[in-house]
């Protein structure tokens, strides 16, 4: 008997062994088959080819995996549409985290409330629509990241997201959210974005620490941390909207009434001495009205005079404009951003211009119809901060009174157009649009400076990214973003000027902006027409190619070689330190630091990591290098250039994992150098 117990135990204890062995087999072929049938649910998905059963899931694009066990899907810049079948998705044996950024996917939020377990949720710039339900987070208790920016979701902000209790990151700018700011449970954000909505009322004191910008372009919004503060009706909270309206009314209603009788007391009061005067000494009256005639006519002549006097010194004198810094409080540590005020002084009292002209000033007009106009007054006395200043001027970031943040360069070097032409050609800049091109804003035009607006970047340059205090590890899938971005925001420039040699003129990596997402913005484009030519060829970036030091003229080309060399500092990670030299020496010098690549260690480790993409990213580098031919004859077109980087791919090709830097021959390019 004893012995068949044993027997029994051994059975149960080989069978329990068995389970653990084959449980995890069979959920990732659970696994396989519930992401075959959640593609089959969406559109456009020729980026998906690779999701086959034949191979681990773990390989396919998108999919997030840790220990080799599914996590996450990371469907991101794939041009996908359809339907997000959260049923299916709900099957999956883990999921942490979902983003499908930069897609076509529109139409309601789908219910990620299903998704209990989910951590992060990144659904932005898609064309997602209407309101969310109150009820759109309950349950998911884990959640910490949610990013939902650039969508067109309208109504109010969920509560049930205001109460969250772990949320770190919030980002629901560039929708229609309207209404007041619930509560947030949490107060303490790495990322907190609610800009460009319509959201009104008071900002909840738990936000009041918030950085401003992060309530920009909500123009009924007060409080802190803005700098407008709120009057006792403009203090709703979001539980009793409805109450605060009606008592909003019924004040108004009593005010009106109550200035609709003192008004009628006072008419009714100065009748009444009126015709008390009037009944004492009529005559008097009289005669006090005939002596004030001649005082009056000559105190209008006085006036005109002074007024006729001020327009011809104002006609006679040319106002210049210029802007001070005044240092604010700086911190005992050091001083790594100087605080400013803008201020404008002209040779006269009030330069500048005081007329229309879109926007305040008849010389400050604004390009672009999508975005918030306000004076030239308000903008050069508002709150600043230095981010830098350069061989071109100094650059700004400026908070205006209603909470927009907007980036001011200020240019001295900027008269080879004259003011129509100038004009002409910055609205011709305001019409671009394109999602890898920064748009300008407004301009203002002065005799000896002038100032471009633009559109605060949140996440800096990529240069500060790659050498400066900003410094990460960028991942290889994030540098092929930017590269593509780059490469796809040139390309629409090339397209937008084909009259122009150099469509950009001036690219390098501290003129490439990264948003939230690490979408890269082209700057400073097209200022080769408008800057003075000496001071073109001494600083911009175009004038340091081998063609425009060997002939003073730059060629078709040379916005490629630009691109190439930001495809190679971006694969090396080295700084093109001859880059930002003066004159004509830097090209040779520069030539000597494109051989340097050649010989040295070539991929940046930072960027390599665990990724299994170096055969990749060795094609990208035969790109870059291919758009810095010495030769302009040899070097690539922008087209070529285009589509090849568009060819290159996150992740290496099963065929071609084998294949290493060492099999590529680099003596031609040596030789051609």
Same mark, same amino acid.
């Given at each position: 008997?004893?012995?068949?117990?044993?027997?029994?135990?051994?059975?149960?204890?080989?069978?329990?062994?068995?389970?653990?062995?084959?449980?995890?087999?069979?959920?990732?072929?659970?696994?396989?088959?519930?992401?075959?049938?959640?593609?089959?649910?969406?559109?456009?998905?020729?980026?998906?080819?690779?999701?086959?059963?034949?191979?681990?899931?773990?390989?396919?694009?998108?999919?997030?995996?840790?220990?080799?066990?599914?996590?996450?899907?990371?469907?991101?810049?794939?041009?996908?549409?359809?339907?997000?079948?959260?049923?299916?998705?709900?099957?999956?044996?883990?999921?942490?985290?979902?983003?499908?950024?930069?897609?076509?996917?529109?139409?309601?939020?789908?219910?990620?409330?299903?998704?209990?377990?989910?951590?992060?949720?990144?659904?932005?710039?898609?064309?997602?629509?209407?309101?969310?339900?109150?009820?759109?987070?309950?349950?998911?208790? +884990? !959640?910490?990241? &949610?990013? @939902?920016?650039? %969508?067109? /979701?309208? *109504?109010? =902000? #969920?509560?049930?997201?205001?109460?969250?209790? +772990? !949320?770190?990151? &919030?980002? @629901?700018?560039? %929708?229609? /959210?309207? *209404?007041? =700011? #619930?509560?947030?449970?949490?107060?303490?954000? +790495?990322?907190?974005?609610?800009?460009?909505?319509?959201?009104?009322?008071?900002?909840?004191?738990?936000?009041?620490?918030?950085?401003?910008?992060?309530?920009?372009?909500?123009?009924?919004?007060?409080?802190?941390?803005?700098?407008?503060?709120?009057?006792?009706?403009?203090?709703?909270?979001?539980?009793?909207?409805?109450?605060?309206?009606?008592?909003?009314?019924?004040?108004?209603?009593?005010?009106?009434?109550?200035?609709?009788?003192?008004?009628?007391?006072?008419?009714?009061?100065?009748?009444?001495?009126?015709?008390?005067?009037?009944?004492?000494?009529?005559?008097?009256?009289?005669?006090?009205?005939?002596?004030?005639?001649?005082?009056?006519?000559?105190?209008?002549?006085?006036?005109?005079?002074?007024?006729?006097?001020?327009?011809?010194?104002?006609?006679?004198?040319?106002?210049?404009?210029?802007?001070?810094?005044?240092?604010?409080?700086?911190?005992?540590?050091?001083?790594?951003?100087?605080?400013?005020?803008?201020?404008?002084?002209?040779?006269?009292?009030?330069?500048?211009?005081?007329?229309?002209?879109?926007?305040?000033?008849?010389?400050?007009?604004?390009?672009?119809?999508?975005?918030?106009?306000?004076?030239?007054?308000?903008?050069?006395?508002?709150?600043?901060?230095?981010?830098?200043?350069?061989?071109?001027?100094?650059?700004?970031?400026?908070?205006?009174?209603?909470?927009?943040?907007?980036?001011?360069?200020?240019?001295?070097?900027?008269?080879?157009?004259?003011?129509?032409?100038?004009?002409?050609?910055?609205?011709?800049?305001?019409?671009?649009?394109?999602?890898?091109?920064?748009?300008?804003?407004?301009?203002?035009?002065?005799?000896?400076?002038?100032?471009?607006?633009?559109?605060?970047?949140?996440?800096?340059?990529?240069?500060?990214?790659?050498?400066?205090?900003?410094?990460?590890?960028?991942?290889?899938?994030?540098?092929?973003?930017?590269?593509?971005?780059?490469?796809?925001?040139?390309?629409?420039?090339?397209?937008?000027?084909?009259?122009?040699?150099?469509?950009?003129?001036?690219?390098?990596?501290?003129?490439?902006?990264?948003?939230?997402?690490?979408?890269?913005?082209?700057?400073?484009?097209?200022?080769?027409?408008?800057?003075?030519?000496?001071?073109?060829?001494?600083?911009?970036?175009?004038?340091?190619?081998?063609?425009?030091?060997?002939?003073?003229?730059?060629?078709?080309?040379?916005?490629?070689?630009?691109?190439?060399?930001?495809?190679?500092?971006?694969?090396?990670?080295?700084?093109?330190?001859?880059?930002?030299?003066?004159?004509?020496?830097?090209?040779?010098?520069?030539?000597?630091?494109?051989?340097?690549?050649?010989?040295?260690?070539?991929?940046?480790?930072?960027?390599?990591?665990?990724?299994?993409?170096?055969?990749?990213?060795?094609?990208?580098?035969?790109?870059?290098?291919?758009?810095?031919?010495?030769?302009?004859?040899?070097?690539?077109?922008?087209?070529?250039?285009?589509?090849?980087?568009?060819?290159?791919?996150?992740?290496?090709?099963?065929?071609?994992?084998?294949?290493?830097?060492?099999?590529?021959?680099?003596?031609?390019?040596?030789?051609?150098?």
């Amino acid at each position: 008997m004893a012995h068949e117990r044993k027997h029994y135990c051994f059975i149960f204890f080989f069978l329990f062994l068995l389970s653990i062995v084959f449980a995890p087999l069979s959920r990732a072929d659970n696994d396989t088959q519930i992401l075959l049938r959640f593609k089959n649910s969406l559109s456009d998905a020729g980026a998906l080819q690779n999701w086959d059963e034949s191979i681990n899931i773990c390989s396919w694009t998108g999919l997030l995996c840790k220990d080799d066990k599914l996590h996450g899907l990371k469907l991101e810049n794939m041009g996908l549409s359809g339907t997000i079948d959260i049923d299916i998705l709900s099957e999956l044996s883990i999921l942490n985290s979902f983003s499908v950024i930069n897609n076509n996917f529109e139409g309601p939020m789908p219910e990620f409330k299903k998704l209990e377990r989910l951590r992060g949720l990144f659904l932005s710039n898609n064309k997602f629509s209407g309101q969310i339900h109150d009820d759109a987070f309950v349950g998911m208790r +884990r !959640l910490k990241r &949610v990013f @939902l920016a650039e %969508n067109e /979701f309208s *109504g109010h =902000i #969920p509560s049930s997201l205001a109460q969250l209790p +772990r !949320l770190l990151d &919030v980002d @629901l700018h560039g %929708n229609r /959210f309207d *209404g007041t =700011i #619930p509560e947030f449970e949490n107060s303490d954000f +790495r990322v907190f974005d609610l800009s460009n909505n319509q959201l009104e009322g008071s900002i909840p004191k738990s936000l009041s620490n918030v950085d401003p910008s992060a309530f920009a372009g909500n123009k009924r919004l007060c409080g802190k941390p803005l700098s407008n503060p709120c009057s006792n009706n403009e203090q709703p909270t979001p539980q009793n909207d409805n109450k605060t309206n009606k008592h909003r009314t019924l004040i108004i209603i009593i005010i009106i009434v109550v200035i609709v009788v003192i008004l009628v007391l006072i008419l009714a009061l100065f009748i009444i001495i009126k015709r008390r005067r009037k009944a004492k000494n009529p005559n008097q009256l009289v005669e006090a009205a005939n002596a004030s005639k001649p005082q009056s006519s000559v105190a209008v002549s006085s006036d005109e005079a002074k007024m006729a006097t001020s327009m011809e010194a104002r006609a006679s004198i040319e106002p210049s404009i210029s802007i001070e810094t005044k240092s604010i409080d700086v911190a005992a540590t050091e001083a790594e951003a100087a605080t400013a005020l803008l201020s404008i002084q002209s040779v006269e009292d009030g330069g500048g211009g005081h007329g229309g002209g879109g926007g305040g000033g008849e010389d400050f007009n604004f390009v672009r119809e999508d975005r918030e106009v306000f004076d030239l007054q308000y903008l050069l006395r508002a709150s600043a901060e230095v981010l830098g200043s350069g061989s071109f001027g100094s650059t700004y970031k400026a908070m205006i009174h209603s909470g927009q943040v907007v980036v001011v360069k200020r240019f001295k070097n900027m008269n080879k157009l004259g003011k129509q032409e100038f004009f002409e050609h910055m609205r011709r800049l305001g019409r671009l649009t394109h999602p890898n091109v920064l748009p300008l804003v407004a301009f203002y035009y002065g005799k000896e400076e002038k100032l471009l607006v633009y559109d605060f970047v949140q996440n800096g340059s990529l240069a500060s990214h790659l050498h400066g205090k900003r410094s990460l590890a960028l991942d290889w899938p994030t540098r092929l973003k930017i590269i593509k971005g780059v490469a796809r925001g040139l390309a629409y420039l090339y397209k937008e000027f084909p009259d122009q040699k150099l469509p950009h003129g001036h690219l390098k990596s501290s003129n490439v902006l990264l948003d939230h997402a690490y979408k890269p913005l082209l700057t400073e484009y097209q200022l080769v027409p408008a800057i003075n030519k000496s001071h073109a060829q001494q600083f911009m970036a175009a004038f340091k190619s081998p063609e425009a030091s060997q002939h003073d003229s730059p060629g078709d080309k040379t916005d490629v070689w630009c691109l190439g060399i930001l495809i190679l500092e971006l694969l090396t990670g080295r700084f093109p330190a001859d880059y930002v030299r003066h004159g004509k020496g830097a090209s040779e010098e520069l030539e000597t630091w494109v051989k340097s690549i050649v010989s040295g260690e070539v991929i940046d480790k930072d960027m390599v990591g665990g990724s299994n993409g170096q055969g990749e990213m060795l094609k990208m580098l035969r790109v870059g290098m291919g758009c810095c031919e010495w030769n302009e004859g040899s070097r690539l077109e922008w087209k070529e250039a285009l589509a090849m980087i568009e060819e290159v791919k996150e992740k290496d090709n099963m065929e071609d994992e084998s294949s290493g830097f060492s099999e590529w021959d680099l003596s031609f390019y040596s030789e051609t150098l």
